[in-house]
C-alpha cells in the first residue's frame, strides 16, 4: 500500500513525502518588500512538518502587472537575501523548493498590456529574456528550479488557448506553434542553467474554441517530451462546468496523463484529507499531490496527519485568502 508520507523520487528530488505545497499570494511584507518574520516562521512550520516539495508564491516581475500588489517581486532590494534564507530554512529539512513564476500582463515596451496576438517577434523575444533572467535569479537565489504558470488566466496561458491566441505566424495556430513560445524557454532554460522546471497547466478552458481536455494533453506531452521536467494541474472557471459537489474534478486527466509521460503529473485541487488522499493514491496512477490552502489554514498540519496516521485539515474552503489575496487565513488567526 502506498501512502502520501512514502519517501519517494520526483525527477532528480529525493522527497520526503508525495505531498506538495503550492503557494499563492505573500502580502505579509514590510516596507520595500522586504519578508516579515511570519513568513520564515511560516516556512520553518512547513518543511519540517513533512511536506516533500515547495513551490513558492508567485513572483511577478513587472511593477506594472495586475497582481503585482498582492505578489513578490522579484526585483525588490531584499530578494536574494531574503529568499537565501527561506531555502536555506526548506534545505535544512530537506525539501527541495521552485519558484514560481506567474504574470498577468507582459509589458513589451509599446503596450504595457500587450496581448498574445499583439506581440511583435521583438516582443516576443524580450518575454522570454525577462522568463530567462527570472531563472537565472531564482537559481541565484538557490531554488531549486522553476515553476511556469500557465494556468489559471495567467498571461503563458492565454498565449497557448486558441480562444486567446489568433496569430498567424509561427507563434499561432496549431498545439505546436501557440506551444513554441515555452518550449523555446525551457529549452533555454535547459541551456543557461539547467534546474528542474515544473509547469502549471489547466486541463482545459470552458469557453468555446477555448482548450479542450484533449489539447491540453497534447501539450502536457509536448512539454514533457521537449524538456519539462514536472506538470501540475489546474483549471480556469473550471467550476462553471462541475458541481460544487465533485471535489477532485481533476482526477481522471491527471490519471490518464501519468500513464501517457514520464516526468510526475502532480494533482491538485480539494484535497483535504489524509483518507482520500491515500484512497487515490492506491486507486489510480496518481503518485503526487499538491494542497495550497491548508497550508494557509495551518502552516504544520501535517505533523499532525503523520504522529496520528489520519487528519483533515481545518481549512473550511472558503476562499478568503485566495479571493482577498492574502497569504493569511481569515478562519483562523493563530
Known sequence: MKDIFDKCKFG???LNSRIIRTGAWERQTEDGGFLSEEVFDRYEKMAKSGVGLILSEMFAFDPKDRFYEYSTNINYRGFIKDYKQIIDICHNHDVPILGQLAFFYFDDGDNQKAEPNDLTIEGIRKLQAEVIMVAKKFSFAGFDGIQINMGNNFYLSRFTNPYFNQREDEY???TLNRLRIVLEIIQLIKK????????????EDVRNGGLTQEESMKMAKLLAENGADSIQITGRTISMKYDA???HVFLDYANKLSQEIDIPVILAGNLRDMKTMNNILNSSNVEFMSLSKPFVAQADFL??????GEGTSRCKGCNNCYSKKESRCFQYED
Open 12 to 14: 532528480e528530488f529525493n
Open 172 to 174: 499561432g495556430g496549431n
Open 192 to 203: 543557461s542553467i539547467g534546474f528542474h522546471i515544473s509547469c502549471r497547466i489547466n486541463i
Open 245 to 247: 459537489a465533485e471535489k
Open 303 to 308: 505533523t499532525d496527519w503523520k504522529e496520528n
